[in-house]
């Protein structure tokens, strides 16, 4: 049995979005056993600072249920490993195992398969087998079996599954994950050919059969029925499709793409195939057209690699033929070979190409094509100098969360640290405040995308489970398959040591290589969690920074994702739909480390594991190596003064004032204040933040100015005030907070009065709104921040009078 775990990050935040409570940190057999009521000592092997919350009775039995299965039923596939499977399958039993799984799933409890790597073998290099000549529990190298499908293709939101037999009628399972079953039933009909690459003979634990299993998006290839690799048992009984020539197929793809067939787009792509199979060498026109045709129907799929590569293979570039038909049918290849370069996100090439594609034009050009051309030209700018239309971008939210902007990366550069691999620099000096990145995700799912679905993950090979990423996993990989080009960007990610194939992203029987299981890799160690939007965010405070604490969201971005963490970061990131904004909370010199927080908890024992159980690291920043050095006993202490504090406070009560001061003192006295000056801790912070509101309700104003003051320097702040002039400077091991913008805010309101105004007032206003826009990327919600503030400012004045 593997030792307990504790619960990963993940399946904490679950409970608490199903129960309302708090999280809570808990072994797994902790959560089976039942056992976890109540207050659970605080050891760092169960890292417990808080009551725990019970975990529905279902879910208990689930995982329950589902571990001892998997373990049991794990060890006994192990010991058959490498068996010829000689059970006998009726196609009937097989087809009424395959409409048991006809019925709602529920929320999915995914039991994640061993990590394998794909086949990088074309098909004429494996050796054809038997159904019959599986073994069990085995990868199946340098083999492949030939199945057709005697069932539909089922559709569950993480897997597709149907019944396949092979040429001689022997029956099986297969189950289709990542990539397959995301184009939908019609893509797969009773009937369809499939060549399995090396195919995994594993054991089915829900059914108890033994089934094939397709993890690898380009290990199943859908084959023609007259390929020659088809048994003849299984071809077509007449052969009158195969007397067509390639006009007959492209006029079959342009019906096909008429608006009254649905999924005509791929079934052209289809008939062009055909054609640009059958296509002679003297029928250069016809292959022109089945290219520049399908070249149109890739783009409405989104293969945009695809669509590039037939627009420019459809050029005719004979000045020799220069008339106005031939122009006519350039400009079409050149506006679908921009429109595809749009797609990929290269400016340049799409500028060059919508360029020639007005060239073509004899007269003014369309307005759809001039409006690309502008469009281009605005994702240039907002490239080289930042220049983003921000209110146009946020009045699209929440319903466009894509949004149609370049990258602004300019000001950073990926270079190798002395001790923590590749990291993100600053190549100029950057103020506080200031942009450091604009950039667009590669790749985003939030809980509003229709790919989105929730599930509990159960990885055998760490005991661990999840309750995030599997969608973003498989929809990531499904949109790889689309456009491979965007393979080794992805890949070019720190994927925590994977051992990866040199053959990924090669071009293989017109597929893709992608090791699945190396980009979920790719995914752990870099994909940061979003919050979903929601409607009235530009107007919420810190609405494009806001943490939530169940947020199911996630995205990758290329350049940000780069950055490493530290508690003491110097950058702050928001989301605007599928952007992060990146701007420096303290000045950053050229050539400095950038970073960014990874893990918000608190509580230094719960950072580490998270860290560690997420990012394969542990935290050495200034104030974890300060904490550390700690003795045990101490953080315990700390903590369940904290929690004894925060509970208190959130109490309304006007006894708990003093009482409040006694543990803010018992807590403060926790920290080692030689050791502790200048590095921010949040329990400091959450002190002198209470302080702050506390003496703004009593409207104490020397007080108030004299708590702002203590809090700033609480979070790494040098604030001091000679007589009209502020002035605030982050120190290097500082900590902006919200708290502090707060505070900052509640001291203008304080010092200026009840609309009397004061140059001292407005410089801590101005003060806090550009801290404000630093951590909320934008000044949206900024008034609707002060407003509360000033609104309750009048209230405490009126209660104190």
Known sequence: MPPNLPLTHAQRELAASLLGERRSAITVDAVIAGDHDGEIAYTPELLEV???????????????????????????????????????????????SFETMAGPLGMPLIMQAEPYPPCVRSLHQLQSVQLSELRRETHHRGKMVIVRTISRLLLHH????????????????????????????????????????????????????????????????????????????????????????????????????RPANPGGYALAVHFYNKGLEKVSDSEITVKRDLLRNRAHANLQLS??????????????????ADTELTRNLDYKAYRRAATAAYGLRQWATALHFISKCIEQCTGPAPADVVGLQGRIAIRVAELDAARYDWQAIIAGLPTR??????????????????????????????????????????????????????????????????????AFWQDTVFKLTLNPSKIPAITSLYDGGYDALPEEGRMVDCQAIIDAFRIRSCLDHNTLTINTPFPGQSKEEFGFCREEPHAQGGGIWLRASMANHSCLFNAARSHIGDLIILRATKPIAAGEEILISYASNDNYELRQVLLEQQWGFTCDCPRCKAESEDEYEIRHRRAK????????????????????????????????KEKYDGLPHPFIIEVHDWLVN????????????KAVQDLARACGFRFDIVGEQVHVKALPNSLLDKRLIHALV????VEAGIGTGGPVADQLRAIAYKLYVTLNGLENGWEEFCATIETTTVSHVLLAR
Request: glycine residues 4%; proline residues 4%.
């Open 401 to 470: 969360q894509r949004i149609d902007a370049a990258d602004f990366v300019r000001n950073t550069e990926v270079k190798d640290t002395e001790t923590h691999g590749r990291g993100l620099f600053a190549k100029q000096n950057i103020e506080m405040g200031g942009l450091i990145l604009v950039e667009k995700a590669a790749h985003m799912l939030n809980m509003d995308d229709p790919a989105f679905y929730p599930a509990l993950t159960y990885d055998a090979s760490t005991d661990r489970m999840r309750s995030r990423m599997h």
């Open 303 to 320: 293969r945009f690699d695809a669509a590039k590569a037939d627009a420019v293979a459809s050029l005719i570039l004979d000045s020799d």
């Open 694 to 705: 506390d003496e703004w309700q009593f409207q104490e104003e020397d007080n108030v100015m």
């Open 158 to 257: 993480h897997f597709g599954v149907a019944a396949v037999e092979d040429e001689s009628g022997s029956p099986r399972l297969m189950y289709f994950f990542n990539t397959q079953h995301k184009s939908g039933e019609a893509a797969m009909p009773a009937g369809t050919v499939l060549a399995v690459k090396e195919p995994y003979y594993t054991l089915d634990r829900s059914l108890d059969l033994w089934s094939i299993r397709s993890e690898h998006p380009n290990d199943v290839l859908p084959l023609s029925r007259n390929h020659s690799l088809v048994p003849l048992s299984m071809r077509m009984s007449t052969m009158a499709i195969d007397n067509k020539g390639a006009l007959e197929w492209k006029h079959d793809g342009n019906v096909a793409l």
């Open 641 to 672: 003064l904290f929690q004894q504090f925060v509970q208190l406070k959130e109490t309304p009560d006007p006894e708990n004032r003093t009482k409040l001061k006694s543990l803010a003192n018992q807590l403060l006295a926790t920290f080692d």
């Open 746 to 749: 509640v001291a203008a309101s």
């Open 50 to 96: 808080d009551t725990c919350c019970p975990m529905p009775l279902q879910m208990r039995s689930k995982i329950a249920q589902a571990k001892a299965s998997e373990q049991s039923r794990a060890a006994a596939a192990y010991h058959q490993r490498g068996m010829i499977d000689l059970t006998s399958y009726s196609r009937s039993y097989i087809l009424e």
